[in-house]
C-alpha cells in the first residue's frame, strides 16, 4: 500500500504502455480471426488445417515466440511491434476456433430463408451470420482480452514497457507491494477490458436477452 | 406460369435426387407436390429459385428460363415460406416482414408502414411488430414467414412445408388464412408437403411423387380420391386405411358418415 | 540478431550437449518439473473436479478458477511466489501447481458433466453403488476430456516452466535468461526453438493419447 501511494503516476504510466499493447493486439486479432474462422466453416476442406493451425501456434510458448519472431520479422526484440505480433498470433489462435463454432451454430433454416429472400453473399456475412454469432463471438473476445492482458506482463522479461515491469523490478528489489501491485493492476486491467466487451455484446443483440428472460408463448420444432 | 421442363438432379456422389421431372404450374392456382422424404419434393421447389440447380432440363417461368436471370434478384422477385419459418432471430417481426422491399432499395419508412399492413392481412395484431421471432408462438411465426413472402408482391410463392412444424389445430388454422388469402391474391402457389390431407385441402392440384420425384399421379383431389391410378397412390393416400372407406347409417332420422370401425365422421345433409 | 547459421552453431555444438548445464539436464529439469507439477496438481483437482462434476453442485467455482487462471499473469505468480518463498525449485514448482489447477479442474467437470445422465441413472437402476457409478461409468465416458483437461494444463506448464528459469536455475528457460543477458543471440534462439520444439511434440504427444482413448470410449459406447 505504502508502495503504491508513492508510485502511483508511474502505475498510471505504465497501465498506458499496457493497454496501447494490449489493444491493438486484440482489435488486430478479431479483424484477422473472424474472417479466417468464417473461411473454415464456409470451406470444410480449408476448416481442418486452418484449426490445426491454430492449435499448434497456440501451443508455442510466449517468450520463445517472441525471440522468434524477432529474429524472424527482423524485428528489434524490444519493440512494440514485435510484441504486438506475438499477442496478436494467440489472440488469433484462441479466437479462430470460437469464431468457427459461433459461424458454424447459425441456423441452416435461417440462412437458407435469407438466401431464399435474395440476399447476396456478402449481405448474407453481414445481415446474417455476422449478428447471429456476436454472442460466441463476444464469449471468444472476452478471453482474448483477458488472456492478452495478462500476456503482455511477459513483454518486460525482454525490456517492453507494461505492468511487467513491477514483476520483475520488483521481484529484483525485494519489493513485495510492487509484485504484487503490478499483479493485482494486471488483473484488475483484464477485468475491466472482459466487462466491457461483455457489455458491448449485450449492447449489440437484444434479441438475445428477449430469449432468455422470457419464456417462448410456443415452440416451434 | 411455372415449367419443369424433364429437369433432372444427380449429385456429385451418383445419388439421383430428381430423375426426370415434367410439370406445368398454371398461374393462380395452387399445385401441391406431395410425397414422403426422399421424394425430391423440396429440390424440385428449390429449382424454382434457383437454391439448387437442375443437372438437366430447365425451368421456365412465363416461358423464360431461370438461369437466364440473375439468381439474386430472381429470388426477391418469388416469395418463399419455409417450414420453422426461417425467421432472421436478430431482427423485429416488422424488420422480418419488411427484409425484401429493403433489399430491394425501398425507404425504412415506408417498408416498415407496409408491413404493418401485411401482419394485419396475415391475420396478425399490428401490437407484435417490434417483437422478436422467439417471443412469437409457433403459428404466428409462420403467419410472420407468409407476410414477409408477400412483402415484394411476387407473382409466385414457394411454400416448402411451411405448417409442418405446427400442432394440427393450428395447422388448419393457417391453411383456412391460406386459401382466404388466395381467394384475395390469386398467387401462383406451389406448395410442398408429406401430409395428404392437407395437399387434399389446400391443392387445385395434387401431384403425389415417389422416390426420385417419379409421378405417381396427378390430378385434382377428387380424381385421385376416386380413382388412384396403383396402390402406391392408394398405400399413400390411405384408401383403404379404416379411417377414409366411409359407409352411412341413419340415426334418428339422421344420415351419419361412419368408418368402416363404426366409428361416426360426419353428418351428411 | 544472429543469423540462423549461428543459431545452428550454437545447436550443434557438443559443448552444449554436455555438462550439468548442457541441453539434455536442462530438457530433464524442464519435463521433471513440469511432470512434479502436473502430477501435485492432478492429485487436487482431479477428485475435486469429479466430486463437482458428479454432484454438479459448485460450478460456479470451475468457471471462477478458469476466469482467473486466464487473467492472473503467470509471471506475477512466479515473481510472488519468487519473492516469498526463496530462491529454489519450491517456488516455480508450487505457481506451476497452482496455474495448472483450473485447466484440469474444467476437463474433469466438463468430462464428468458432459456423461449422459439417463446412463448414470440407468447404472444407479442396476444397483451400482455411488463409487461404481464415478468409477465404472462416469470417468471411463469422460476419459477423452479428462485427457484434454491434462493436454491444456501441460502445455501451460511446459511454457511456464520456461519463464520459471527467472527465479531459479532450472529447465530450457535457462538459456534464454542467459542470452538475454550477455546479448548471446545465438543460444537465446537457439533456446527458443528447443522450447518450442518440446512443447509441440508434448502436445503431439497428448494429443495422441486423446484421440486414442475417443477411439476406446467410441468402440465402448457403440
Known amino acids: 500500500m505504502t508502495w503504491l501511494r508513492l508510485n502511483w503516476p508511474q502505475v498510471l504510466q505504465l497501465v498506458g504502455d499496457h493497454l496501447a499493447l494490449s489493444l491493438p ?15 473454415a466453416v464456409r470451406l470444410r476442406w480449408l476448416g481442418k488445417p486452418l484449426l490445426l493451425t491454430a492449435t499448434l501456434l497456440y501451443a508455442i510458448p510466449a517468450l520463445p515466440l517472441l525471440i522468434i519472431i524477432a529474429a524472424v520479422f527482423g524485428f528489434s526484440l524490444r519493440s512494440p511491434e514485435t510484441m504486438i505480433a506475438a499477442l496478436t498470433i494467440y489472440g488469433v489462435a484462441l479466437l479462430v476456433r470460437t469464431a468457427a463454432d459461433g459461424f458454424d451454430a447459425v441456423d441452416g433454416f435461417v440462412r437458407d430463408s435469407a438466401i431464399a429472400l435474395g440476399h447476396s ?13 456476436v454472442p460466441v463471438l463476444i464469449s471468444g473476445i472476452r478471453v482474448v482480452a483477458v488472456s492478452t492482458v495478462s500476456l503482455v506482463t511477459i513483454g518486460a522479461l525482454i525490456g517492453v514497457s507494461g505492468l511487467g515491469f513491477f514483476l520483475t523490478d520488483g521481484f529484483q528489489r525485494g519489493i513485495l507491494g510492487e509484485v504484487v501491485t503490478g499483479l493485482l493492476a494486471s488483473v484488475a486491467l483484464a477485468g475491466l477490458l472482459d466487462a466491457l466487451v461483455f457489455a458491448g455484446g449485450r449492447a449489440m443483440t437484444p434479441w438475445v436477452r428477449v430469449v432468455d428472460s422470457q419464456p417462448k408463448l410456443g415452440v416451434a420444432k | 406460369m411455372i415449367e419443369f421442363e424433364t429437369v433432372s438432379k444427380t449429385y456429385p456422389d451418383k ?24 421424394s425430391g419434393k423440396t429440390t424440385l421447389l428449390r429449382m424454382v429459385n434457383r437454391m439448387v440447380e437442375p443437372t438437366a432440363g430447365r425451368v421456365l417461368i412465363d416461358g423464360e428460363d431461370v438461369r437466364d436471370r440473375n439468381s439474386v434478384t430472381l429470388r426477391r422477385s418469388i416469395g418463399y415460406v419455409m417450414q420453422q419459418g426461417g425467421l432472421l432471430p436478430h431482427r423485429n417481426i416488422a424488420e422480418n ?12 419508412r415506408q417498408a416498415r408502414a407496409q408491413a404493418l399492413d401485411l401482419l394485419e392481412r396475415v391475420g396478425l395484431d399490428k401490437s407484435l411488430w417490434r417483437r422478436f421471432p422467439s417471443q412469437l408462438s409457433g403459428g404466428q411465426q409462420q ?48 406448395f410442398v408437403t408429406h401430409d395428404i390431407n392437407e395437399a387434399f385441402r389446400l391443392a387445385d392440384e395434387v401431384v403425389v411423387l415417389r422416390e426420385q420425384a417419379i409421378v405417381a399421379q396427378q390430378g385434382t383431389a377428387a380424381e385421385i380420391m376416386a380413382a388412384p391410378a396403383n396402390d402406391f397412390v392408394r398405400n399413400f393416400i390411405g384408401t383403404e386405411a379404416a379411417d377414409r372407406v366411409l359407409s352411412t347409417q341413419q340415426v334418428n332420422g339422421k344420415t351419419l358418415a361412419v368408418d368402416s370401425y363404426g366409428r361416426p365422421v360426419g353428418l351428411l345433409q | 540478431m544472429s543469423s540462423f547459421s549461428q543459431v545452428l552453431a550454437w545447436l550443434t555444438d557438443l559443448s552444449n550437449w554436455s555438462g550439468t548445464t548442457g541441453i539434455p539436464i536442462r ?51 512466479l515473481t510472488l511466489f519468487g519473492l516469498g518463498i526463496g530462491i529454489g ?33 440407468a447404472a444407479r437402476g442396476v444397483g451400482m453403488r455411488e463409487r461404481q457409478v464415478i468409477w465404472r461409468v462416469e470417468i471411463p465416458l469422460a476419459a477423452p476430456v479428462i485427457i484434454g483437461g491434462i493436454r491444456a494444463a501441460t502445455l501451460q506448464v511446459i511454457a511456464t516452466a520456461t519463464l520459471a528459469a527467472y527465479i531459479s536455475d532450472q529447465g530450457l528457460g535457462r538459456f534464454l535468461f542467459a542470452g538475454l543477458k550477455t ?36 468402440h465402448t459406447r457403440a
Do not use: C, W
Not at chain 3, 198 to 218: D, G, H
Open chain 2, 15 to 38: 445419388t439421383t435426387a430428381v430423375a426426370s421431372f415434367s410439370l406445368v404450374v398454371p398461374s393462380h392456382r395452387i399445385v401441391v407436390l406431395v410425397g414422403s422424404s426422399g
Open chain 2, 97 to 108: 416482414v419488411a427484409t425484401v422491399p429493403m433489399l430491394n432499395g425501398v425507404s425504412r
Open chain 1, 121 to 133: 453473399p456478402l449481405v448474407i456475412f453481414f445481415k446474417v451470420d455476422l449478428p447471429l454469432a
Open chain 1, 25 to 39: 493486439a486484440i482489435l488486430l486479432s478479431i479483424l484477422i480471426a473472424v474472417p479466417i474462422g468464417y473461411l
Open chain 2, 143 to 190: 403467419r410472420v414467414g407468409v407476410a414477409r413472402a408477400l412483402a415484394a408482391d411476387p407473382n409466385i410463392l414457394l411454400m416448402d412445408e411451411p405448417f409442418g412444424a405446427v400442432d394440427p389445430i393450428v395447422r388448419r388454422e393457417l391453411q383456412d388464412e391460406l386459401l382466404r388469402l388466395q381467394t384475395e391474391l390469386g398467387k401462383t402457389i406451389v
Open chain 3, 89 to 121: 525449485m519450491t517456488a516455480p514448482l508450487l505457481a506451476l501447481v497452482v496455474l495448472a489447477i483450473p485447466s484440469l479442474l474444467a476437463g474433469t467437470y466438463a468430462g464428468i458433466g458432459s456423461v449422459t445422465p439417463a446412463v448414470v441413472d
Open chain 3, 27 to 77: 530438457i530433464g529439469q524442464h519435463l521433471a518439473i513440469s511432470a512434479l507439477a502436473i502430477l501435485l496438481a492432478s492429485l487436487i483437482a482431479l477428485p475435486v473436479g469429479i466430486a463437482i462434476g458428479h454432484t454438479r453442485r459448485g460450478a460456479g467455482l470451475i468457471a471462477g478458477a478458469a476466469g482467473a487462471a486466464r487473467a492472473i499473469p503467470t509471471l506475477g505468480l
Open chain 3, 183 to 218: 546479448r548471446d543471440y545465438s543460444q537465446m534462439i537457439g533456446g527458443a526453438i528447443l522450447v518450442i520444439a518440446l512443447a509441440l511434440l508434448a502436445e503431439a504427444v497428448l494429443a495422441l493419447i486423446q484421440s486414442l482413448t475417443k477411439t476406446y470410449v467410441a
